[in-house]
């Protein structure tokens, strides 16, 4: 008999906070802004919502015209919360201008280049914009992609059904985890979620192909937090039976992203894979600890700059030029 998940997680959201501490916690997880008197804060709460909305266009399934050559959409893994200087556009999305979206348009500077990634995104935002806790309206990301479009990365689906919250919930933040809740939340709960997921990503693969129909879309996994073998360490003190679970979690939800990919027929980008060897308690992680970076590089279990690199250098040998 499983042990049931005692409250269920919440899509982490951003909003402007005084800052109460560095250190990851249950009720709040703190990213270090670079800009002055500033401090952005991503929340864990209730619910979770799998639905996807219906999209309609009055364009006949195209997007408009004058569209951006180069479109980056996805969550916070593009977008890149705390990596160098921030995007100034829009504060709350935790978009930094040193992401890898960033760096590939810098290589293909023919290409009109929008990045609309944002923190918290799950596919279903994609398609219906949101609020943002201080107010912002944000549009749909898929509206920027059109006619003109010729290259799509996208990196989406870790935050559909509240995965990563329930991950950094039950499994990752001490304050919170326990090896019977985290082992509940990837055991029981995450099988759910996987086909479901891979199902929403492959509909925005589609939808993108339709609304940009001479764009290349690939498709961005994620990077490992967790090590398939080993131990925690001070960056990252899991116990044994959690690292094992973060681990299948990350392979599970790679497998269900690389699915999508082949289902959709667009190239993926396997950053499970190649971020082998680069976990958090590595030599060279890609991937942040449970705390901020102290010199700009990169928010807590998130990309580093060495992790940013990586993506664009294997999206280099991807891309059509």
């Not at 398609?127 to 549009?139: P, Q, S, W």
């Not at 990752?172 to 082992?183: K, N």
């Not at 055991?187 to 339709?210: C, F, H, N, Q, R």
């Not at 942040?288 to 970076?293: A, D, I, Y």
């Amino acid at each position: 008999m499983c042990t049931p998940l005692r409250r269920s997680p919440k899509p982490l959201l951003a909003r402007n906070v005084v800052r109460f501490g560095s250190q990851a916690s249950a009720a709040a997880v703190v990213y270090d802004s670079p800009m002055p008197r500033r401090r952005l804060v991503a929340v864990i709460a209730l619910a979770a919502c799998t639905c996807l909305a219906a999209c309609s266009s009055d364009t006949g399934g195209k997007g408009p015209s004058g569209s951006a050559g180069y479109v980056a959409v996805g969550d916070s893994f593009v977008s890149g919360p705390s990596l160098g200087a921030p995007d100034t556009d829009v504060p709350g999305c935790l978009r930094s201008t040193a992401n890898y979206a960033h760096q590939l348009a810098a290589t293909m500077p023919e290409l009109g280049f929008r990045d609309v990634s944002c923190g918290g995104e799950d596919t279903t935002m994609l398609r219906d914009g949101r609020t943002l806790d201080d107010g912002t309206v944000l549009e749909p990301q898929l509206s920027s992609i059109g006619r003109d479009t010729t290259l799509v990365t996208v990196g989406i689906g870790a935050n559909d059904a509240s995965a990563t919250a329930g991950l950094y919930q039950y499994c990752l933040l001490p304050a919170t985890a326990d090896d019977a809740q985290c082992d509940t939340f990837s055991g029981t709960y995450m099988p759910t979620v996987y086909p479901k997921t891979s199902k929403a990503v492959i509909s925005v693969l589609d939808e993108i192909a339709d609304r940009a129909p001479k764009a290349q879309v690939v498709l961005v996994g994620y990077q490992r937090i967790a090590s398939d073998t080993g131990t925690g360490c001070a960056a990252l003190p899991l116990t044994d039976a959690r690292r094992k679970a973060v681990a299948g979690y990350e392979r599970n939800m790679n497998q269900a992203l690389s699915r999508a990919a082949e289902k959709a027929d667009v190239p993926f980008v396997d950053m499970y894979e190649a971020s082998e060897g680069h976990d958090v308690c590595s030599g060279e992680p890609w991937v942040n600890g449970l705390e901020n970076s102290p010199t700009g590089d990169g928010a807590f279990l998130h990309p580093t700059a060495a992790g940013m690199a990586a993506v664009t250098a294997r999206l280099e040998k991807v891309v059509q030029r």
